[in-house]
């Protein structure tokens, strides 16, 4: 039996079967099924029952959101905009497919060259606990769209929020087949993975995504879509330091340091005025505060996931400090809370020589440099490559910064955890494999089919070259 808890309070929320290997294997022959009739309708049948789907989650909103706090710890307000998130996402997928997966048509000499998409047939989705909606919603919908079917397996840590969106289809009248839910750990996701399954599309840790690659590495035919996080580098230059701070502390903290883009990294000049700011930022995460998901005044950030997440943290932040790094906050646990509860934590890296890890949590390291060359030498020395980012009031910097930096997220004065469902999600090297998602999620969800077509059967013998005569 499956059961997930509230990090806040260990209370179970929810609880059902873990579905074995032969059931993975009957879901997906439901989902195959299925498929001829799903995609073969037409693409405003999909478009109808997608836009139903995000009426549902306008109505059932405030039941998503609380669902989402409950399981994955954050805050009320956090898990209300991760919900808004999921239904802007419909219109953004309907453009997109359009776009970048619609068809298009040429008139040529003999006719017409015609460019459609396709669908492939049954996408496994694996969805992360940090986003439990809102980034297996961003796999789900394109897919749905292009025509695909779904076998989608929830993180094993919140398994009531795929209940509940799979629910939400449902009552949009999505048919039966064409979304099938899976529930477990990693035997449930190895038994996906092996099915007969035409994609896999994750959302989660480089750890898992090297262990997805190598186990469909003599299965080319099956398209594997990956963002695996980051070790995010955020370099400060220049600007009023209080105002750095607060762009640094939303990059570093913001969903208790749980997510992908997290700055995981701040590169400082070392001179004064990078003093300051690591003191302004050390005074702003003093006074983050730090709550259950439902607590009121709403929390700055709440738990990690875990009990056992804050577990490897923690650890991670030992290493750290037994490595040489210097204390300037300690990672500590929250007085009086469940021990999921960890509050922010910097640590000066300087001259370190520490892991290049993403540490997945509120803990932030400093690295001193003597000039901005070797500002972004710091940062691009990394085998990640998914977000980055530069404080500074420079456009000559910033410039110079983009010219330069490997990452597929590069924000300038703004947190490195802003991203848009408008625009391409995903990094490179060890943060993925080339397949972003978000805007461009159209891309690996139907393949290209090119197609000359004339009207008529005519004779083309004349264009063969070095044709004998006829005898």
């Known amino acids: 039996m499956l059961q ?7 209370a179970v929320v929810w609880e059902g079967p873990v579905t074995g290997a ?34 549902v989650l306008e109505q059932r909103g405030e039941e998503l959101a609380r669902a989402i706090a409950q399981e994955s710890g954050k805050p009320l307000w956090e898990a209300q905009q991760e919900v808004l998130a999921m239904r802007g996402k419909i219109e953004l997928s309907i453009a997109a497919q359009a776009e970048r997966a619609g068809e298009a048509a040429r008139e040529m000499a003999f006719g017409r060259a015609v460019l459609r998409h396709r669908a492939h047939g049954v996408m496994a989705v694996f969805g992360p606990y940090n986003f439990p909606g809102h980034l297996p919603n961003g796999h ?26 799979a629910d939400c289809w449902a009552e949009a009248s999505l048919p039966e087949g064409v979304l099938e839910v899976v529930q477990g750990g990693k035997e449930t996701g190895m038994a996906l993975a092996d ?21 469909l590495v003599d299965r080319p035919e099956v398209i594997l879509a990956l963002e695996l996080g980051g070790n995010n580098p955020l370099i400060a230059w220049d600007g009023e330091p209080a105002a750095v701070a607060s762009i640094v502390v939303q990059s570093a903290f913001i969903s ?12 400082l000049p070392d001179n004064a005025w990078g003093d300051e700011v690591v003191k302004a930022t050390a005074s702003l995460s003093r006074r983050l505060t730090i709550g259950a998901w439902d607590e009121q005044p709403e929390p700055s950030m709440g738990p990690l996931v875990s009990v056992a997440a804050a577990a490897r943290t923690q650890l991670a932040a030992q290493r750290l400090v ?20 960890l509050a922010p934590a910097i640590f000066d890296v300087t001259g370190v020589a520490v892991p290049d890890e993403e540490i997945f949590g509120p803990v932030l390291q ?15 020395a990394t085998r990640f490559g998914l977000a980055g980012g530069l404080v500074s009031n420079d456009p000559a910097k910033w410039e110079h910064y983009a010219a330069r930096a490997r990452c597929g997220v590069l924000n300038w004065n703004r947190p490195t955890t802003g991203a848009a469902g408008s625009m391409p999600f995903g990094g490179l090297g060890a943060s993925g494999n080339h397949r972003p998602s978000a805007y461009y999620a159209a891309d690996y969800c139907a393949y290209p089919v090119a197609s000359f077509e004339a009207p008529k059967v005519e004779d083309m013998t004349a264009s063969i070259p070095g044709l004998a005569a006829a005898a």
């Open 4 to 10: 997930s808890t509230c990090p806040a309070t260990g």
């Open 22 to 55: 032969r059931a993975v294997k009957a879901a997906v022959e439901r989902a195959a099924e299925a498929f001829a009739g799903w995609s073969t309708r037409p693409v405003s049948d999909r478009i109808a029952i997608a836009r139903a789907f995000e009426a």
């Open 140 to 165: 789900i919908v394109p897919a749905l769209l292009a025509g695909d079917t779904i076998v989608f397996k929830p993180s094993e840590e919140t398994p009531m929020v795929g209940a509940l969106m």
């Open 195 to 215: 099915a007969r399954i035409q994609g896999l599309l994750f959302t989660g840790s480089a750890a898992t995504g090297a262990v997805l690659r190598r186990q």
């Open 256 to 267: 208790a340091g749980q997510r992908c883009t997290c700055a995981r990294r701040l590169i």
């Open 322 to 341: 037994a490595s040489g790094a210097r204390t300037i906050m300690p990672l500590a646990p929250v007085a009086g809370r469940s021990m999921a509860f």
């Open 366 to 380: 400093v690295i001193r440099v003597p000039d901005f060359k070797a500002a972004i030498d710091a940062a691009n």
